[in-house]
């Protein structure tokens, strides 16, 4: 008997998933309990959602904690989307990704920050292969959701080096922790609903407090973080700074070219493509005219749309509204924060609003 014939098949519908939450450095998490309608809402260090996640975390000092921010069936929670997948990948994930890799190729998160997130830049794929012998680097996107002020400050976030930032200079405000020089270094964009920006590896950035955001990226969770504790003062550990390449060999990963203000957003702010489906709006929020790594849409739906299976997996997210998925006999009960997983064998489905407010979804794609 192989290992995979003891676990159950979900390939040819598609399937809710749990929410696993992810513990991190920062602190937040409170709008995302807002997004599941939980009574208790609070800020922790549990700031983030994973979706459809085949990857585990990597923290220093939880080692001890299998599989942290794998995804489960929500029928069968102790089988993980990573062994279903591995058990017959051109069933779930296409053809064309089953022969790429058999994996994902892409891992996709909600975060609310309550504090500034620590300064970081993550490996581009050619960096990853050569520091971390992995095929994937960490190129992101974010799409801002919304957020709140923190001390009287809009949401923001920091993107970039400015023009004349050295390897030398960084790695000087690094051995003093000179923080505010840090951020000097580096370009703010207050942000609001709506928003898309593109973090290529390599790229220096931070979340701003306040924001509230969805992530799609290459699927590692390799963060080079360059201040030793956070803003609300947990000590960070060494390993959880220089991912185990040392403090001197993992400035390699940072790119020290810089930019205006105005070539950083025309460089990585994506403007939205909007295309009509019926009453159906979907945005190309990030499409592979922008990275081949990925494609988010959002949906908005006010009354019903059908949905044509393309012979390659995606995944649901739901940010507000309710209703239902209906695919042949199977139908799946939508409301927000529900997330689903789209086998490449399943067929055509119709999304059904309740008759109250529309459906918004966002629908992530692998790479291209």
């Given at each position: 008997?192989?290992?995979?014939?003891?676990?159950?098949?979900?390939a040819?519908?598609?399937?809710?998933?749990?929410?696993?939450?992810v513990?991190?450095?920062c602190?937040?998490?409170?709008?995302?309990?807002?997004?599941?309608g939980?009574?208790?809402?609070e800020d922790s260090h549990?700031p983030?959602?994973w979706?459809?996640?085949?990857?585990?975390a990597?923290?220093?000092g939880?080692e001890?904690?299998?599989?942290?921010?794998?995804s489960?069936?929500e029928?069968?929670?102790?089988?993980?989307?990573?062994?279903?997948i591995?058990?017959?990948?051109?069933?779930?994930?296409?053809?064309?990704?089953?022969q790429?890799?058999g994996?994902?190729?892409?891992?996709?998160?909600?975060?609310?920050?309550?504090?500034?997130?620590?300064?970081?830049?993550?490996?581009?794929?050619?960096q990853?292969k050569?520091?971390?012998?992995?095929?994937?680097?960490k190129?992101?996107?974010?799409?801002?959701?919304?957020?709140r002020?923190?001390?009287?400050?809009k949401?923001a976030?920091?993107l970039?080096?400015?023009?004349?930032?050295t390897?030398?200079?960084?790695s000087?405000?690094?051995e003093?922790?000179?923080?505010?020089?840090?951020?000097e270094?580096?370009?703010?964009?207050?942000?609001?609903?709506?928003?898309?920006?593109l973090?290529?590896?390599?790229t220096?950035?931070?979340?701003?407090?306040g924001c509230?955001l969805?992530e799609?990226?290459?699927p590692?969770?390799?963060?080079?973080?360059?201040?030793?504790?956070?803003?609300?003062g947990?000590?960070i550990?060494?390993?959880?700074?220089?991912?185990?390449?040392?403090?001197?060999k993992?400035?390699?990963?940072?790119?020290y070219?810089?930019?205006?203000?105005e070539d950083?957003l025309?460089k990585?702010?994506?403007?939205?493509?909007v295309e009509i489906?019926?009453?159906?709006?979907?945005?190309?929020?990030?499409g592979?005219?922008?990275t081949?790594?990925?494609?988010m849409?959002s949906?908005?739906?006010?009354?019903?749309a059908?949905?044509?299976?393309?012979?390659?997996?995606?995944?649901?997210?739901v940010?507000?509204?309710?209703?239902?998925?209906?695919c042949?006999?199977?139908?799946l009960?939508?409301?927000?924060g529900?997330q689903?997983?789209?086998?490449?064998?399943s067929g055509?489905?119709?999304?059904?609003?309740?008759?109250?407010?529309?459906?918004?979804?966002l629908?992530?794609?692998?790479?291209l």
């Open positions: 008997m192989k290992s995979s014939d003891h676990l159950p098949s979900f040819k519908a598609p399937f809710a998933l749990d929410n696993p939450r513990w991190r450095t602190l937040g998490g409170k709008l995302l309990d807002a997004l599941h939980r009574t208790v809402q549990f983030e959602e979706i459809a996640s085949t990857v585990t990597r923290n220093a939880r001890q904690i299998a599989d942290e921010g794998l489960h069936p029928a069968a929670p102790q089988v993980s989307l990573r062994e279903l591995g058990s017959d990948p051109a069933a779930y994930l296409g053809a064309k990704s089953a790429r890799d994996q994902m190729g892409v891992l996709i998160k909600l975060i609310d920050s309550s504090e500034r997130l620590s300064i970081q830049v993550h490996p581009s794929r050619q990853a050569a520091l971390f012998q992995s095929e994937y680097g190129t992101e996107c974010w799409h801002i959701l919304g957020g002020e923190t001390d009287g400050e949401p976030i920091y970039g080096f400015r023009p004349g930032i390897r030398e200079y960084w000087e405000l690094f003093r922790q000179n923080i505010p020089g840090m951020l270094c580096m370009h703010r964009f207050e942000v609001s609903r709506g928003n898309t920006f973090i290529e590896g390599g220096p950035h931070a979340i701003g407090a509230f969805a799609i990226q290459e590692t969770d390799y963060t080079i973080r360059v201040e030793r504790s956070t803003p609300s947990l000590h550990a060494d390993s959880m700074c220089h991912q185990g390449l040392g403090f001197e993992m400035f390699d990963c940072f790119s070219t810089g930019y205006s203000d950083t025309k990585w702010k994506i403007p939205g493509r489906e019926d009453t159906t709006l979907r945005t190309q929020l990030i592979y005219s922008n081949p790594m990925f494609r849409d949906l908005w739906i006010p009354s019903r059908h949905l044509q299976q393309i012979g390659e997996f995606s995944v649901f997210c940010l507000a509204g309710s209703g239902r998925l209906v042949g006999t199977s139908e009960p939508l409301s927000p529900r689903v997983f789209f086998p490449a064998q055509d489905c119709d999304v059904l609003t309740d008759g109250g407010e529309p459906l918004e979804i629908q992530c794609f692998g790479p």
